[in-house]
């Protein structure tokens, strides 16, 4: 035990490895079992059938990352969203998969405390199966704590009809430890989260930091966004006086990638405070809302720069500025020029139809089409027929010589 009255890591390794010793007298037929082929009559998929954890926003398996910059609010966003999970609330009006949490507090874990004592106060008496492991697993080398951790987590949490289907590590940094954030320390802390979400058949999220330039990515080597099935990114924003964060969803394997969410955060302060000192506070979420609009254009929005847009047409504007962004290519705009950036209708579709995937799918035929036919009657977009596709461009777009 530490001075602070803390688990270390320590602390629970024998515990842990004597768990892990007694599970390990299988593998050989474990092994087998997991490694073996599904003939062809046998697979089966339902189409329109997808396990979320949060519907249409996160996948109930594989390794999720969440990003920003330092003070970003990442962590009061992973923590909001694991304690809703926790607790079977609804999450940005959509529904979650409830179950247990374990939430792996890396770095802060004092400041953590005190963001869950005020969700302890607004929900008194919660008994959620929530819970936090403030010891430091080494992620950073193969197979570094991993064994260690899944073992401990499984004699913490485990129980008959107890289903684990989040954990969350903050930070990715604090894990990796001494090992190289760029190269082996970084495939060495993807594979660990791709094996703890493997054994529990849940979703692993990693909180992450930006990068030092500052362009919108993530700290370290590509296999992080190579193995992730989404990545969120955090950045703080400011309506009034009100704290917010937008979150956006900006690569996603099967949810809504280039969705944007808005939240907002509320003071909750604690208690009287000690003479001569001052009040203690923290933020928690107070609301969050999808927006239609995407990536910083959402920001605009917030802003009042795009106030009385409908969210119809700017919905159809990102699709189409995100495909344009994704697949345009050079085209020519008539047989003898001038050549323009053009991009394809059913792209622009597909990227309309993830953004609206709250919506069915007729719903989401119509309003493509209506948003499709208004573009082109207020000349925002032109489209034309080229070598067998419909293609779309901005009218005003200087052409490429």
């Not at 007298?25 to 073996?36: L, T, Y």
């Not at 909001?80 to 940005?92: E, F, I, Q």
């Not at 990068?211 to 992730?228: C, E, K, Q």
């Not at 959402?298 to 802003?303: G, P």
Request: proline share 4%; with cysteine; net charge positive.
């Amino acid at each position: 035990m530490s001075k602070h009255g803390r688990p270390d890591y320590e602390d629970v390794q024998g515990a842990t490895r004597r768990a892990h010793s007694s599970m390990a007298k299988g593998n050989g037929s474990m092994r087998r079992e997991r490694f073996r082929g599904v003939h062809l009559p046998d697979i089966r998929y339902e189409p329109g059938v997808q396990n979320w954890l949060i519907d249409h926003l996160l996948p109930a398996e594989g390794l999720a990352v969440l990003f920003g910059r330092w003070k970003s609010y990442k962590s009061f966003i992973a923590l909001d969203l694991a304690m809703t999970v926790a607790r079977g609330a609804l999450w940005a009006g959509r529904k979650v998969k409830q179950g247990a949490v374990v939430y792996i507090a890396a770095e802060g874990a004092l400041g953590l405390r005190k963001r869950i004592a005020a969700y302890q106060a607004r929900y008194p008496g919660d008994q959620s199966p929530f819970y936090l492991t403030e010891a430091r697993p080494s992620l950073g080398t193969r197979p570094g704590d991993k064994d260690e951790l899944i073992a401990g987590i499984r004699a913490t949490v485990g129980g008959p009809g107890v289903e684990i289907v989040l954990v969350v590590v903050d930070t990715l940094a604090r894990t990796v430890g001494i090992a190289d954030e760029n190269n082996e320390g970084m495939r060495a802390f993807t594979d660990n989260c791709e094996d703890i979400a493997d054994a529990f058949r849940c979703l692993a999220l990693a909180v992450h930091h930006e990068n030092a330039a500052g362009d919108a990515r993530t700290r370290g080597g590509t296999s992080l966004p190579g193995a992730a099935v989404t990545i969120w990114r955090a950045k703080k924003v400011q309506d009034g006086e009100q704290r917010c964060c937008l979150v956006t969803i900006d690569d996603a394997k099967d949810s809504a990638d280039g969705m944007a969410l808005m939240v907002r955060f509320d003071v909750h302060e604690f208690g009287e405070p000690e003479p001569g000192s001052e009040r203690e506070s923290t933020l928690i979420v107070n609301s969050v809302v999808i927006e239609m609009a995407a990536r910083d254009d959402a920001v605009d929005k917030v802003k009042g720069a795009t106030r009385g847009i409908p969210k119809g047409q700017a919905a159809f504007m990102t699709a189409f500025e995100q495909a344009l962004e994704k697949h345009g290519s050079r085209k020519l705009s008539h047989p003898e020029g001038p050549y323009v950036m053009a991009v394809n209708k059913e792209r622009v579709r597909q990227r309309y139809y993830t953004i609206r995937a709250d919506a069915s799918a007729a719903t989401k035929e119509r309003s493509f089409n209506r948003q499709l036919a208004k573009a082109v009657e207020r000349e925002d977009l032109v489209t034309r027929e080229r070598e067998g596709q419909i293609l779309l461009w901005k009218p005003k777009t200087k052409p490429d010589k």
